[in-house]
Nanobody, 123 residues
């Protein structure tokens, strides 16, 4: 079992920045990938960014590429999502998720989820 706890969400004006954190505990190892997803009201849960725990390979959705940066601190078992140049369309609940193995973009592939943190960007 892996437990994930997100933090760092909040309210920000368009053009601003936020940093989300995802602290992992439990059966953590070097063989799992962490992903960030988001879900706006009435919409499906979409992939935002992902990072391999041991290789630090990263992947971003086209909608956030160049604005968001995912990183991890293995010593703290924590993954971060730095979000810059935020837009109103980035408003959503952001979720951290874990999967053993290679990075995937479908939320159905992920085994463990955090409770989510709300990000609201006003225009």
């Amino acid at each position: 079992q892996v437990q994930l706890v997100e933090s760092g969400g909040g309210w920000v004006q368009a053009g601003g920045s936020l940093r989300l954190s995802c602290a992992a505990s439990g059966r953590t190892s070097s063989s799992y990938t962490l992903g960030w997803f988001r879900q706006a009201p009435g919409k499906e849960r979409d992939f935002v960014a992902g990072i391999g725990w041991s290789l630090s390979s990263t992947y971003y959705s086209d909608s956030v590429k160049g604005r968001f940066t995912i990183s991890r601190d293995n010593a703290k078992n924590t993954v971060y999502l730095q979000m810059n140049s935020l837009k109103p369309e980035d408003t959503a609940v952001y979720y951290c998720a874990a999967i053993y193995g290679i990075l995937r973009v479908s939320p159905k592939e992920y085994d463990y989820w955090g409770q989510g943190t709300q990000v609201t960007v006003s225009s």
